[in-house]
């Protein structure tokens, strides 16, 4: 695959197709400036294709989507074939005071590949190959556009190794999005978080300079270079290319199915589990209605779903630790085939489509938190969604566990309503501030791009000054991405007023 897939049709296309987001005054790019752009790569000024990069998977994107609106069109799409091009392009936009939005899969659910500000789109897609693997260390060299199946399938048909990334938009998604999103995979429990994967990274940043950081498996170096980057959500260089670790191919894969009288017996249940040296690939745990909803339960009971892979010695280790946890906190063994079905149907986004289509606000929120906290995020964040005019449902599951804490995923939904806005506002201010308020922080893997980073600023304190310090130091006309992560997106602060532009 060498293109993103839209996540909804536009609805009534007009021609040229409108925009939600204002234009600032003065807003252009030159004809003789779009010629330079176009004599360095694939240049594209076609009303379809900068309506289609004005827009990912953010549910409210989708939203208006129904309009027939895109939230914000580029002036140009440029897609480099090198980083030569990228460079030239982030020259260019550089000196001309240019944003410059990366945009790669478009599979990111907070806008964050929305250019706000318009001006280039610098699309990865065609920087898409697997450069090299050094078979005895097993590190993969790979260009940022890639999609999932097409890196996993050539690495392991080619190489008989896995990366073991499986985000659940694996298909819609790219190695440089999961880099810059610091997103997480369903595997995660056993294969790390993306910035455990990432071994190094080359970057060009705003003055054109090319960064390469990592490449060591450990070091005292000074701070982490890599880490700066990974989540950064193209505000701070784009990346061009990726060292990632990979593992052999599994032999054996076991799986598992549990059921509790309640959530709470399950978190204890994942947490004794891997304070015991559990990892098992997949260790999710359902709410009672999501069980029902997912997994056709009775409505009363959680399910907790387990799968590893890997050396037989490890796994069974591993299912026998689980087993032994589930038991010690009151666990009946469900049946394994609700581990069959959720592999089915894990990947399918047509629900979200469908209740788009249909008026419905419907969006997810994963945090991550301490142990100590999940009980009462579990409780708060469900309980403020509730108390939001026209909620019909919140439910959560914990998807990814660690030594110290989790991530809880909260799905939640509300009438369809003519303030559509304004109660889709409402309801992320309740959700976000329940989970912060019990001592999560904002976001898990999805990240924080437009529509979370306005919670950023009061969940990093004063660290928020820092990473503004870093913005400026690095990017000082702020060309890269403005107006995200909550960053300042100019000097005229009174625009951060409003909650997007
Ligand atoms: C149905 C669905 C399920 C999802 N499930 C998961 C999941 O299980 N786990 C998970 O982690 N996420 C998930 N996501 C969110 C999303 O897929 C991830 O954030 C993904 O990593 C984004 O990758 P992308 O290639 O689509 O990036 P895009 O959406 O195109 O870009 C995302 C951000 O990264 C920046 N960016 C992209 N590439 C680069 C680059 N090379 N250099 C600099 N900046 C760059 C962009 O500027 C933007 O800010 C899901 C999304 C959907 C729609």
Same mark, same amino acid.
Not at 357 to 362: E, K, N, Q
Not at 410 to 433: G, H, I, M, S
């Given at each position: 695959?060498?293109?993103?897939?839209?996540?909804?049709?536009?609805?009534?296309?007009?021609?040229?197709?409108?925009?939600? /987001?204002?234009?600032?005054? !003065? %807003? @252009?790019?030159?004809?003789?400036?779009?010629?330079?752009?176009?004599?360095?790569?694939?240049?594209?000024?076609?009303?379809?294709?900068? &309506?289609?990069?004005?827009?990912?998977?953010?549910?409210?994107?989708?939203?208006? &989507?129904?309009?027939?609106?895109?939230?914000?069109?580029?002036?140009?799409?440029?897609?480099? @074939?090198?980083?030569?091009?990228?460079? =030239?392009?982030?020259?260019?936009?550089?000196?001309?005071?240019?944003?410059?939005?990366? =945009?790669?899969?478009?599979?990111?659910?907070?806008?964050?590949?929305?250019?706000?500000?318009?001006?280039?789109?610098?699309?990865?897609?065609?920087?898409?190959?697997?450069?090299?693997?050094?078979?005895?260390?097993?590190?993969?060299?790979?260009?940022?556009?890639?999609?999932?199946?097409? #890196?996993?399938?050539?690495?392991?048909?080619?190489?008989?190794?896995?990366?073991?990334? #499986?985000?659940?938009?694996?298909?819609?998604?790219?190695?440089?999005?999961?880099?810059?999103?610091?997103?997480?995979?369903?595997?995660?429990?056993?294969?790390?978080?993306?910035?455990?994967?990432?071994?190094?990274?080359?970057?060009?940043?705003?003055?054109?300079?090319? $960064?390469?950081?990592?490449?060591?498996?450990?070091?005292?170096?000074?701070?982490?270079?890599? =880490?700066?980057?990974?989540? =950064?959500?193209?505000?701070?260089?784009?990346?061009?290319?990726?060292?990632?670790?990979?593992?052999?191919?599994?032999?054996?894969?076991?799986? &598992?199915?549990?059921?509790?009288?309640?959530?709470?017996?399950?978190? !204890?249940?994942?947490?004794?589990?891997?304070?015991?040296?559990?990892?098992?690939?997949?260790?999710?745990?359902?709410?009672?209605?999501?069980? +029902?909803?997912?997994?056709?339960?009775?409505? +009363?009971?959680?399910?907790?779903?387990?799968?590893? %892979?890997?050396?037989?010695?490890?796994?069974? &280790?591993?299912?026998?630790?689980?087993?032994?946890?589930?038991?010690?906190?009151?666990?009946? $063994?469900?049946?394994?085939?609700?581990?069959?079905?959720?592999?089915?149907?894990?990947?399918?986004?047509?629900?979200?489509?469908?209740? @788009?289509?249909?008026? /419905?606000?419907?969006?997810?929120?994963?945090?991550?938190?301490?142990? *100590?906290?999940?009980?009462?995020? #579990?409780?708060?964040?469900?309980?403020?969604?509730?108390?939001? %005019?026209?909620?019909? *449902?919140?439910?959560?599951?914990?998807?990814?566990?660690?030594?110290?804490?989790?991530?809880?995923?909260?799905?939640?939904?509300?009438?369809?309503?003519?303030?559509?806005? %304004?109660?889709? $506002?409402?309801?992320?201010?309740?959700?976000?501030?329940?989970?912060?308020?019990?001592?999560?922080?904002?976001?898990?893997?999805?990240?924080?791009?437009?529509?979370?980073?306005?919670?950023?600023?009061?969940?990093?304190?004063?660290?928020?000054?820092?990473?503004?310090?870093?913005?400026?130091?690095?990017?000082?006309?702020?060309?890269? !991405?403005?107006?995200?992560?909550?960053? !300042?997106?100019?000097?005229?602060?009174?625009?951060?007023?409003?909650?997007?532009?």
């Amino acid at each position: 695959m060498t293109q993103a897939t839209d996540p909804i049709e536009f609805v009534g296309l007009a021609s040229p197709i409108q925009e939600r /987001f204002a234009q600032q005054p !003065n %807003e @252009t790019l030159s004809i003789s400036l779009i010629e330079e752009l176009a004599a360095i790569c694939d240049t594209s000024t076609d009303d379809q294709d900068l &309506a289609d990069h004005g827009r990912d998977w953010w549910p409210l994107a989708m939203h208006w &989507a129904m309009q027939g609106k895109t939230p914000r069109k580029p002036h140009a799409v440029c897609r480099p @074939t090198s980083t030569e091009q990228v460079v =030239s392009i982030v020259q260019l936009c550089n000196n001309n005071r240019i944003p410059l939005t990366v =945009s790669a899969g478009r599979s990111g659910v907070c806008g964050a590949a929305i250019p706000v500000y318009g001006g280039v789109v610098l699309d990865t897609c065609l920087l898409a190959s697997i450069v090299s693997v050094d078979r005895i260390s097993g590190v993969i060299e790979v260009l940022p556009g890639m999609f999932g199946p097409d #890196f996993e399938n050539e690495l392991r048909d080619m190489y008989g190794v896995t990366v073991g990334h #499986f985000p659940q938009s694996f298909d819609i998604s790219t190695v440089g999005g999961w880099v810059a999103c610091r997103g997480a995979g369903q595997y995660s429990t056993r294969y790390g978080k993306i910035e455990d994967m990432v071994v190094g990274l080359e970057v060009v940043l705003a003055n054109g300079t090319v $960064v390469r950081t990592g490449t060591a498996p450990a070091g005292a170096n000074g701070p982490d270079l890599t =880490s700066l980057f990974v989540g =950064s959500e193209g505000t701070l260089g784009v990346i061009t290319r990726v060292w990632l670790r990979s593992h052999p191919l599994p032999t054996t894969q076991q799986r &598992a199915a549990y059921l509790f009288p309640s959530f709470v017996d399950g978190i !204890n249940t994942c947490r004794t589990a891997v304070q015991h040296g559990a990892t098992p690939a997949v260790l999710r745990l359902y709410d009672a209605d999501e069980s +029902k909803r997912s997994h056709g339960t009775d409505g +009363k009971q959680c399910t907790l779903l387990v799968l590893d %892979e890997g050396d037989e010695r490890i796994v069974s &280790a591993t299912l026998s630790i689980v087993h032994d946890a589930a038991m010690a906190h009151g666990a009946q $063994v469900g049946d394994v085939d609700l581990v069959e079905n959720w592999m089915h149907h894990r990947n399918n986004t047509s629900g979200l489509q469908e209740a @788009t289509r249909r008026g /419905f606000i419907v969006d997810t929120m994963e945090v991550a938190a301490q142990w *100590s906290s999940l009980e009462a995020i #579990f409780a708060n964040v469900r309980a403020s969604l509730m108390a939001v %005019e026209g909620a019909l *449902s919140a439910t959560c599951h914990l998807s990814h566990s660690y030594l110290d804490g989790a991530c809880l995923y909260f799905t939640f939904a509300a009438k369809p309503t003519p303030e559509f806005e %304004e109660r889709y $506002v409402q309801l992320w201010n309740a959700c976000q501030r329940a989970a912060l308020n019990a001592g999560a922080n904002v976001s898990h893997h999805h990240g924080a791009g437009l529509n979370r980073g306005r919670f950023l600023p009061e969940s990093l304190g004063a660290g928020m000054g820092v990473l503004q310090s870093i913005k400026n130091t690095l990017d000082p006309h702020n060309i890269f !991405n403005p107006g995200k992560l909550g960053l !300042n997106p100019d000097s005229d602060t009174t625009k951060r007023n409003s909650v997007w532009p």
